[in-house]
């Protein structure tokens, strides 16, 4: 899969958002493209979520979750896709080994949650320039606003 996000994020306070995203899929001879399709859509947007909002602590000396449920534990939301998302799949592609000339549609594009952690360290590359400061810095996964907010690259921390 090929994926290309563009994003913004808001300098005062930290938000993200995902203006549009790009996939182009390779799928083989999907058996039904719009299963293919809602799998997808459905596994890059849990790409998403690992990339930007799910902060999983599991600190509890017993083993048990330190963000059991939502109050603390953010799944992706209707907010958390890009406000344009595009994909397609490539054409005439053959599996020769898969079931009718098939390819798995869902677990791989997680993988591209990946781009999206980076367009996000993109728009704050951007608004350092705006700054005048140009230096490499990390950005962990998930990048939740919290960490944004806290994060010593961003111009509003300096």
């Known amino acids: 899969p090929r994926e290309f996000t563009v994003a913004e ?9 995902l203006i549009e ?3 182009v899929y390779d799928a083989g001879q999907p058996l039904n ?5 809602g799998q997808v ?3 890059y947007v849990m ?3 690992l990339a930007l909002t799910e902060n999983l602590v599991n600190a509890n000396p017993d083993g048990s979750m330190k963000t059991p449920g939502t109050w603390d534990y953010k799944p992706p939301c209707s907010k ?3 406000e344009k998302l595009n994909i397609g799949f490539l054409d005439k592609v053959r599996n020769p080994v898969g079931i009718l000339s098939s390819k798995a549609s869902g677990e791989p594009a997680v993988c591209l949650g990946a781009g999206v952690l980076l367009a996000v360290k993109d728009a704050i590359s951007a608004a350092r ?5 140009v230096f490499n810095f990390e950005l962990d996964s998930p990048c939740t606003v919290q960490e944004l907010n806290s994060h010593p690259s961003l111009p509003w921390i300096n």
């Open 33 to 37: 493209p719009l299963v293919d399709l």
């Open 47 to 49: 790409g998403i979520g």
């Open 41 to 43: 859509e459905g596994s």
């Open 9 to 17: 994020i808001d300098v005062l306070t930290g938000e993200q958002n």
């Open 80 to 82: 958390s896709i890009p």
């Open 21 to 23: 995203g790009d996939i």
């Open 129 to 133: 320039e705006e700054t005048g400061e």
